[in-house]
T-cell receptor
Framework: GQNIDQPTEMTATEGAIVQINCTYQ??????LFWYQQHAGEAPTFLSY??LDGLEEKGRFSSFLSRSKGYSYLLLKELQMKDSASYLC??????????WGAGTKLIIKP | GAVVSQHPSWVICKSGTSVKIECRSL??????MFWYRQFPKQSLMLMAT?????????EQGVEKDKFLINHASLTLSTLTVTSAHPEDSSFYIC????????????FGPGTRLTVL
């Protein structure tokens, strides 16, 4: 079966750095997405990785290792507004998005 | 970036009534649209995938006679929750994808349904 694992919840301090991990086992791979979702809102796109390595976009970076079935989202200089759920999703061989359960990130002052 | 709208943003209805939710791609043609449901503190659950002009493909456990999906044009898909019950209360989100590239999927803002 297809499976995506990420921690349920993480806590970090304002101004610090946090890394949210995601491991996956899917039938085929056409890329991995990270989305941010604030409570009561739809997800918003953060990043897309299809090749191994690190993609940096401002305070957010995303890393992918296809051989390990592993990705992480790195958030730097945390701000209170970064408190949200972060969803990892993999595009499988049928170009369907397989979703993780999401990681709730709590930022403390 | 591409914009997807949903209407209504929220709806409250009585048990037994039907509710229609519209999903529109505003500045691109969406050959495929997806309907998700999300219960509080849970992840997105794909309900069905619809391709323009053909029948929707429903995920296992989703009743196709209860959740009617119509993808009549390249910019509009509708989800009708028939004979809604309180357990159908949820956050319904649509997303749309252009024909290419397949990696791009854009989300609507969601519709919060409350069935009394």
């Amino acid at each position: 079966g297809q499976n995506i694992d990420q921690p349920t919840e993480m806590t970090a301090t304002e101004g610090a750095i946090v890394q949210i991990n995601c491991t996956y086992q899917t039938s085929g791979f056409n890329g991995l997405f990270w989305y941010q979702q604030h409570a009561g809102e739809a997800p918003t796109f953060l990043s897309y990785n299809v090749l191994d390595g690190l993609e940096e976009k401002g305070r957010f970076s995303s890393f992918l290792s296809r051989s390990k079935g592993y990705s992480y989202l790195l958030l730097k200089e945390l701000q209170m507004k970064d408190s949200a759920s972060y969803l990892c999703a993999v595009l499988d061989s049928n170009y369907q998005l397989i979703w993780g359960a999401g990681t709730k990130l709590i930022i403390k002052p | 970036g591409a914009v997807v709208s949903q209407h209504p943003s929220w709806v409250i209805c009585k048990s037994g009534t039907s509710v229609k939710i519209e999903c529109r791609s505003l500045d691109f043609q969406a050959t495929t649209m997806f309907w998700y449901r999300q219960f509080p503190k849970q992840s997105l659950m794909l309900m069905a995938t619809s391709n323009e002009g053909s029948k929707a493909t429903y995920e296992q456990g989703v009743e196709k006679d209860k959740f009617l999906i119509n993808h009549a044009s390249l910019t509009l898909s509708t989800l009708t929750v028939t004979s809604a019950h309180p357990e159908d209360s949820s956050f319904y989100i649509c997303s749309a994808r252009e024909q290419e590239p397949f990696n791009e999927q854009f989300f609507g803002p969601g519709t919060r349904l409350t069935v009394l």
